[in-house]
């Protein structure tokens, strides 16, 4: 009796620390997949990539900086646009600019514009190049100001893989089945 008892023990405590071992390693851990070429190569004519560029920044209400872009050479830049404000606005902005640990600023808002690039390799494929620029608005003792920060790649990408999802016809976003969008636009 006594063996049988000090066995189904035995068998118990095994039992719970393979449990217990078992809930401390992730043996299904989404993998994270690393950002998309930029500049990025579609097998698209550059036409088509400048008409989906358009469809999209319509649909997100994204205006044109018609004084710095070329349309005429595939180079769109756009309009700044507030992304950010209030509270969350420093977490935000950490999200898609990388800030030193001793930043410890008020921040009061954040925008971006993009500055996109199509250009055409042949007649039947085209280069996407997309490059983000952050800033952040400072509360300071002479009013505020804005300060020019640097992407940490995120907001290109998510851009990136957005238009190229668009002009493709292929959800190459990292969430499957997620909606395209670019910050808070969804497309």
């Not at 006594?2 to 035995?10: A, E, G, M, Q, V």
């Not at 992730?26 to 400048?50: C, G």
């Not at 008409?51 to 180079?75: F, H, M, W, Y």
């Not at 280069?127 to 300071?140: K, N, R, S």
């Amino acid at each position: 009796m006594r063996s049988t008892s000090s066995f189904i023990f035995l068998t118990f405590a095994l039992l719970l620390t393979g449990a217990a071992a078992q809930a401390q390693i992730i043996f299904d851990r989404p993998k994270t997949e690393p950002p998309l070429d930029n500049p990025y190569t579609l097998n698209v004519p550059r036409a088509e990539v400048i008409k989906g560029l358009r469809e999209v920044l319509q649909t997100c209400a994204t205006q044109i900086n018609q004084q710095s872009s070329k349309p005429e050479d595939g180079q769109f830049v756009t309009q700044p646009v507030v992304f950010s404000k209030g509270v969350n606005t420093r977490t935000d902005i950490e999200h898609v600019a990388t800030l030193l640990a001793s930043d410890v600023h008020n921040w009061l808002r954040g925008r971006y514009y993009l500055e996109i690039r199509a250009l055409p390799l042949d007649e039947k494929r085209s280069q996407l190049t997309i490059v983000a620029h952050i800033q952040g608005q400072l509360a300071d003792v002479t009013g505020a100001k804005w300060v020019d920060l640097q992407s940490n790649g995120m907001l290109e990408d998510e851009a990136l893989r957005g238009l190229a999802s668009k002009v493709l016809g292929v959800e190459m976003g990292l969430k499957k089945g997620a909606p395209r969008r670019l910050m808070s636009c969804e497309y």
